[in-house]
């Protein structure tokens, strides 16, 4: 019995110190791509255990731009999936809204200068493959 229990612990200190390897060694392959480039980049990482994690950066804060605009679509579409909402569901862009979004970057804008009702499918392509600023903050609404 003692030797089961010595090989257990043995093991379980072995796995612990392969995951701190492995973590290691991803962080240092991270870190020599980031010291090519002139960029200020942040990453993380989490993976299937609570203390599976790797953090480049994770204090500071960080832009995420136009990357949002994937993981809104992924929380629309899981609303889809729980029946909250319909991907053939319309939205309205109206006047206010165009207006509002003369200076930024909206596909959506220009091809419905005057407005129209729209699927969620139709904005949810516009913001995802085109960027449209227009269709994200609608679908944040």
């Not at 005057?114 to 609404?141: F, K």
Request: charged share 20%; hydrophobic share 45%; aromatic share 8%.
């Amino acid at each position: 019995m003692k030797h089961i229990i010595l090989s257990i612990l043995l093991f379980s200190v072995y796995s612990t110190e392969s995951k701190a390897q492995s973590i290691n060694s991803l962080r240092d392959s991270i870190y020599a791509v980031l010291n090519t480039k002139t960029a200020f980049v942040g990453v993380a990482i989490q993976g299937m255990y609570a203390n599976d994690t790797l953090s480049i950066n994770g204090d500071k804060h960080l832009p995420m731009q136009s990357v949002f605009k994937f993981h809104l679509a992924l929380a629309v579409l899981n609303q889809v999936d729980k029946d909250r909402l319909r991907i053939d569901d319309t939205l309205v862009i109206n006047k206010e809204m165009l207006s509002n979004y003369a200076h930024l970057w909206s596909p959506l804008r220009k091809k419905y200068p005057n407005g129209a009702e729209l699927s969620i499918q139709e904005v949810l392509y516009n913001t995802v493959a085109w960027s449209d600023n227009l269709g994200c903050d609608m679908l944040i609404e």
